[in-house]
């Protein structure tokens, strides 16, 4: 098992500019979610989905699109990206019946200039 | 809501030296403990957890204990190596739920 990948690994983006962050898991895990990481501030949740065709907001949802059409994969797409979202983005996937455990991908670097 | 407020770092510590992370939670009813690490270069991995109450969680000489009446799981490590050198988050879920809220992280730094 692969487990949780995420691509790119780092990514240079200019105010307005939009792009999708790749997220995908191939362990069947029905929940998926988005976190961003800022300094100081831990993990903070963006969007998160329950299952194919569900999504969600988290805490900080703003600026932010998700849609999950498989359960492998959960894309987080910024729409105009503004230098307040550059940040270490994380994908987690979690399956029911594992006291709640996430799998973490290792993560993608994203600085808006 | 639920929070989870942890100690600040950095912490730097020589090796084999005693290891403390704080770490103290709100959140109404019965939530799950968790600590993850994360490694430099790294996403975060899971290192311990606790699903009630005066529950101990453990892992590679970790541990923490899940104390309801302080609303605490300080995460400690008797002996530590140069390897255990990583970012701490301790984090919580409610009970049927899998958001985690999480704390700021530690930095830990353990010199040879």
């Known amino acids: 098992n692969a487990g949780v990948t995420q691509t790119p690994k780092f990514q240079v983006l200019k105010t307005g500019q939009s792009m999708t962050l790749q997220c995908a898991q191939d362990m069947n895990h029905e929940y998926m979610s988005w976190y961003r990481q800022d300094p100081g501030m831990g993990l903070r949740l963006i969007h998160y989905?329950?299952?194919?065709?569900?999504?969600d907001q988290g805490e900080v949802p703003n600026g932010y699109n998700v849609s999950r059409s498989t359960t492998e994969d959960f894309p987080l797409r910024l729409l105009s990206a503004a230098p307040s979202q550059t940040s270490v983005y994380f994908c987690?996937?979690?399956?029911?019946?594992?006291?709640?455990?996430?799998?973490f991908g290792p993560g993608t670097r994203l600085t808006v200039t | 809501g639920n929070s989870v407020t942890q100690m600040e770092g950095p912490v730097t510590l020589s090796e084999e030296a005693f290891l403390t992370i704080n770490c103290t939670y709100t959140a109404t009813g019965y939530p799950s403990l968790f600590w993850y690490v994360q490694y430099p270069g790294e996403g975060l991995q899971l290192l311990l957890k606790a699903t009630k109450a005066d529950d101990k969680g453990s892992n590679k000489g970790f541990e923490a204990t899940y104390r309801k009446e302080t609303t605490s799981f300080h995460l400690e490590k008797g002996s530590v190596q140069v390897s255990d050198s990583a970012v701490y988050f301790c984090a919580l879920s409610r009970t049927n739920d899998y958001k985690l809220s999480f704390g700021a992280g530690t930095t830990v730094t353990v010199r040879a």
């Open positions: 989905s329950v299952g194919a065709g569900i999504t």
């Open positions: 987690a996937s979690s399956k029911p019946g594992q006291s709640y455990e996430q799998y």
